[in-house]
């Protein structure tokens, strides 16, 4: 079946550093995919998105690239900062099902002063 | 405008007792979610809906679980009896067509604790 697999955490960098989550999929189709960001004792908000090959989505600073050759959707951000500190979830939406997302484990981030 | 609403915020009871959980989804969405999270096993969909009719609820955990959808602006995710493994934080979500590739929409969260 469709499953997402991201990079383990925590991920700790300083403030400015540049980021990197990776984030790799197995989906039939083309799939539709997402990043959301959970911050402390909220719930999950949409970060970004792409729906089909070679999309960017780009939302903050941060930057996504679909990429159905490696089949990968890393998120990126070239300076982070104390206040993206969060858990990143990756995401996909079957291209034949009606709305039903597949998240990934999660990555928590956090971003030193 | 008002984002998905979860109610109560906060649940503490005892082991054997029904808990019922809310959520009110944004005006126009047709489509809910009913999610768990806790630390062994992240995020898992537990049931969704379309237009008030449930899809899929393989994920579902057992028969102690029940949800409902009596009209377009309302969901009650239930647990009889209630027992300690089932705490966990749970969210609602809400979603349109026409929204844009199906983005879901998360409420606060309802963090469940079972004694």
């Known amino acids: 079946g469709d499953s997402v697999t991201q990079m383990e955490g925590p991920v700790t960098l300083s403030e400015e550093a540049f980021l990197t989550i990776n984030c790799t999929y197995t989906?039939?189709?083309?799939?539709?995919l997402f990043w959301y960001v959970q911050y402390p004792g909220e719930g999950l908000q949409l970060l970004l998105k792409?729906?089909?090959?070679?999309d960017k989505g780009s939302n903050k600073g941060f930057e996504a690239t679909y990429r159905k050759e490696t089949t990968s959707f890393h998120l990126e951000k070239g300076s982070v900062q104390v206040s993206d500190s969060a858990v990143y979830f990756c995401a996909l939406r079957s291209s034949s099902n009606t709305g039903k997302l597949i998240f990934g484990q999660g990555t928590t981030l956090q971003v030193k002063p | 405008d008002a984002g998905v609403i979860q109610s109560p915020r906060h649940e503490v009871t005892e082991m054997g007792q029904e808990v019922t959980l809310r959520c009110k989804p944004i005006?126009?969405?047709?489509?809910l979610f009913w999610y768990r999270q806790t630390m062994m096993r992240g995020l898992e969909l537990l049931i969704y809906f379309n237009n008030n009719v449930p899809i899929d609820d393989s994920g579902m955990p057992e028969d102690r679980f029940s949800a409902k959808m009596p009209n377009a602006s309302f969901s009650t995710l239930k647990i009889q009896p209630s027992e300690p493994r089932d705490s966990a934080v749970y969210f609602c979500?809400?979603?349109?067509?026409?929204?844009?590739?199906?983005?879901?929409?998360f409420g606060p969260g309802t963090r469940l604790t079972v004694l």
């Open positions: 792409a729906t089909k090959a070679d």
């Open positions: 005006s126009g969405h047709n489509s």
């Open positions: 989906a039939t189709g083309y799939p539709s």
């Open positions: 979500a809400s979603s349109s067509r026409t929204s844009g590739a199906d983005t879901q929409y």
